[in-house]
């Protein structure tokens, strides 16, 4: 597994990002995904996760309603579609991929990391 997220950038708040997770190796299409996200001086924190075949969705508190995950095992891909993004939402924002074909909100359970995408939301 080789992940490489993109999709970050500047944007204005209540604006609205896609980022994406993509398997150059075309092997994660049985694990699950998540994405999480690490602000200024803070913590790498879970954000949303994806099971292996996208039924099974699971969003950190303060995204839910505005961020919404999936995936195109066709395409190897993962998706964060972010919407009324707020600055607090500022952070770099990595997929990583589970050791199992289910997503979890502990860090420890993923096995394989991506390099990140720089998001930051202005006020």
């Known amino acids: 597994v080789q992940l490489q997220a993109s999709g970050g950038g500047l944007v204005q708040a209540g604006g609205s990002l896609r980022l994406s997770c993509a398997d150059s190796?075309?092997?994660?299409?049985?694990?699950?995904v998540g994405w999480f996200r690490q602000g200024p001086e803070k913590e790498r924190g879970f954000v949303s996760g994806?099971?292996?075949?996208?039924?099974?969705?699971d969003y950190a508190e303060s995204v839910k309603g505005r961020f919404t995950i999936s995936r195109d095992r066709a395409k190897n891909t993962v998706y964060l579609q972010m919407t009324s993004l707020k600055p607090e939402d500022t952070a770099v924002y990595y997929c990583?991929?589970?050791?199992?074909?289910?997503?979890?909100?502990?860090?420890?359970?993923?096995?394989?990391w991506g390099q990140g995408t720089l998001v930051t939301v202005s006020s």
């Open positions: 990583a991929a589970a050791r199992r074909a289910w997503a979890t909100s502990i860090a420890r359970e993923y096995a394989y």
């Open positions: 994806i099971n292996w075949n996208g039924s099974n969705k």
């Open positions: 190796r075309r092997t994660f299409s049985n694990n699950g």
